[in-house]
């Protein structure tokens, strides 16, 4: 269940993190509000899955799916390239992110 919890906190990682374009510096009311409550939802999650998972690997794997995610939503949304490097990189991060699941 932490797992499940964590998985879910790095998803709201990436709609806060995406959230942040469109507050234009917190001027912007709902763009706002939306990116604060996901922020706080993220974070009260990650807090639940450290009840019993390691903080390396939660902390680890939280952000590792934020930046996964945002790097491909970034490109998606934004047009934001994507290079062979980058691909290769964000594969990297998956793998590490796998890694730390199979070893806990």
């Known amino acids: 269940m932490a797992w499940l919890i964590l998985f879910l906190a790095g998803l709201l990682e990436i709609v806060w993190a995406i ?3 469109y507050t234009a510096g917190f001027t ?16 009260v999650l990650l807090g639940q899955a450290l009840r019993t998972l390691p903080l390396g690997i939660a902390y680890s ?3 590792g799916i934020g930046v ?9 949304l934004y047009g934001e390239s994507l290079s062979v490097l980058k691909v290769a990189s964000i594969l990297l991060i ?4 796998v890694g730390l699941k ?3």
């Not at 998956?94 to 992110?97: N, P, R």
């Open 28 to 43: 912007k009311p709902w763009p706002s509000v939306i990116t604060l409550a996901a922020m706080i939802a993220s974070f």
């Open 102 to 104: 199979l070893t806990s």
């Open 61 to 63: 794997v939280w952000v």
């Open 68 to 76: 996964v995610g945002t790097v491909i939503f970034g490109a998606w």
């Open 19 to 21: 959230g942040l374009k």
């Open 94 to 97: 998956l793998l590490g992110i």
